[in-house]
């Protein structure tokens, strides 16, 4: 198994400019978040989803667009970068089936840099 | 909201040495707590995951407990070498946020340094 994978693993942006942030898992994982980390602080949790379909806002989703057509891939949409979403990005997995959440799985991160 | 601690933030300290990590946490309500460990420019990796019915779960020399009732979780690292440097992170999840159960809070972590 691959794991959890993120593409691309470094993205420079414009101010204004808008991009896709991929991630992929698969172990067949119902449950699957974005988190961003920065200096100084935890990890905050940015959007998840609990299945295909089905998605909900985290602590800190503005600026921020999820969508999850399939169980494997869950892909971050930033609309209009701003210097503010300068950040590292990580996706995780778990399996979730019966209402019991396991172990996470992180992928290795995006770091994204907005001019 | 649950507000996660680490102490200490920083230790260092020479090859062979047992050392012990602190978590605390304020919500006691924990649906699970896990452990990971971050290299720099990497991704994190999963240690031990303890369920909120359990006291501790260990893995070759490492052990976790988890005391719900006061907040807190220890990680102990047996014989510490060089490649256990890295910054390890405690993050539970809630019990009572229904589909949310599997959010993690994180603290700023503990950033471990072992020398020859």
């Known amino acids: 198994n691959a794991g959890v994978t993120q593409t691309p693993k470094f993205q420079v942006l414009k101010t204004g400019q808008s991009m896709t942030l991929q991630c992929a898992q698969d172990m067949n994982h119902e449950y699957m978040s974005w988190y961003r980390q920065d200096p100084g602080m935890g990890l905050r949790l940015i959007h998840y989803s609990v299945g295909a379909g089905i998605t909900d806002q985290g602590e800190v989703p503005n600026g921020y667009n999820v969508s999850r057509s399939t169980t494997e891939d869950f892909p971050l949409r930033l609309l209009s970068a701003a210097p503010s979403q300068t950040s590292v990005y990580f996706c995780a997995s778990s399996y979730s089936g019966g209402g019991i959440y396991n172990e996470q799985f992180f992928g290795p991160g995006t770091r994204l840099t907005v001019l | 909201k649950q507000e996660v601690t680490q102490i200490p933030a920083a230790l260092s300290v020479p090859e062979g040495e047992n050392l012990v990590l602190n978590c605390s946490f304020t919500d006691s309500a924990i649906y699970n707590l896990q452990w990971f460990r971050q290299d720099p420019g990497k991704g994190l990796t999963s240690l031990l995951l303890?369920?909120?019915?359990?006291r501790e779960q260990t893995s070759g020399r490492l052990n976790a407990s988890l005391d719900k009732s006061s907040g807190r979780s220890t990680l102990y690292i047996a014989a510490s070498q060089p490649g256990d440097s890295a910054t390890y992170l405690c993050?539970?999840?809630?019990?009572?946020?229904?589909?949310?159960?599997?959010?993690?809070?994180f603290g700023r972590g503990t950033q471990l340094t072992v020398w020859p």
């Open positions: 303890i369920q909120s019915s359990q």
């Open positions: 993050a539970p999840s809630l019990t009572y946020r229904g589909s949310t159960l599997g959010r993690l809070y």
